[in-house]
T-cell receptor, first 112, second 113 residues
Framework: EDKVVQSPLSLVVHEGDTVTLNCSYEVTNFRSLLWYKQEKKAPTFLFMLTSSGIEKKSGRLSSILDKKELFSILNITATQTGDSAVYLC????????????FGTGTRLQVTL | IAGITQAPTSQILAAGRRMTLRCTQD?????MYWYRQDLGLGLRLIHYSNTAGTTGKGEVPDGYSVSRANTDDFPLTLASAVPSQTSVYFCASSMAVWRDTQYFGPGTRLTVL
């Protein structure tokens, strides 16, 4: 059965800290890994990673994929209170039974 | 309309009643999806559609039905609601099924009593 596990489950940091969120997976026919940020409502897309070792960056956020060790990390530097959210990792597989499998998320709280 | 809209925003429903959750997108995406999100279980796929006129079952399809009469609309129907269907429901869409980033609607919070 396909599985996506995120850690930690929750995290509280001070504004300005750097955080690393982890996502490990076990899926058949891996195609890509996606990160989403979920605040009060809909998940919003952050990154899609397909190739190992290539860092994706967007402002203070960055992410990298390791397809050999089956994990990804999401880094947030110089955290701000607006980064407080649940961060979701999802893995897309492909084939006759394609699907997107989500982890349960990491809840990040950034305090002043 | 910009993106994906869902209606209603929230609903309280008596068990046994029929309910349709509406989803409309204006991005001309071919693929659409319905997920439910429950505490501790993450997002789980209910049904999906890779193009107008076709639908497929996801991980948790029992008790739900969908239709895709046109590109823009993808309603989700609960024929006879049960309390275990209390959840937050998200509609999503992507350009092509399972190949592209999915964009999510704002969600519908449904409570079945």
């Amino acid at each position: 059965e396909d599985k996506v596990v995120q850690s930690p489950l929750s995290l509280v940091v001070h504004e300005g800290d750097t955080v690393t969120l982890n996502c490990s997976y076990e899926v058949t026919n891996f195609r890509s890994l996606l990160w989403y940020k979920q605040e009060k409502k809909a998940p919003t897309f952050l990154f899609m990673l397909t190739s190992s070792g290539i860092e994706k960056k967007s402002g203070r956020l960055s992410s990298i994929l390791d397809k050999k060790e089956l994990f990804s990390i999401l880094n947030i530097t110089a955290t701000q209170t607006g980064d407080s959210a649940v961060y979701l990792c999802a893995v897309l597989n492909t084939g006759t039974a394609s699907k997107l499998t989500f982890g349960t998320g990491t809840r990040l709280q950034v305090t002043l | 309309i910009a993106g994906i809209t869902q209606a209603p925003t929230s609903q309280i429903l008596a068990a046994g009643r029929r309910m349709t959750l509406r989803c409309t997108q204006d991005m001309r995406h071919n693929a659409m999806y319905w997920y439910r999100q429950d505490l501790g279980l993450g997002l789980r796929l209910i049904h999906y559609s890779n193009t107008a006129g076709t639908t497929g079952k996801g991980e948790v399809p029992d008790g739900y039905s969908v239709s895709r009469a046109n590109t823009d609309d993808f309603p989700l129907t609960l024929a006879s609601a049960v309390p275990s269907q209390t959840s937050v429901y998200f509609c999503a869409s992507s350009m092509a099924v399972w190949r592209d980033t999915q964009y999510f609607g704002p969600g519908t919070r449904l409570t079945v009593l």
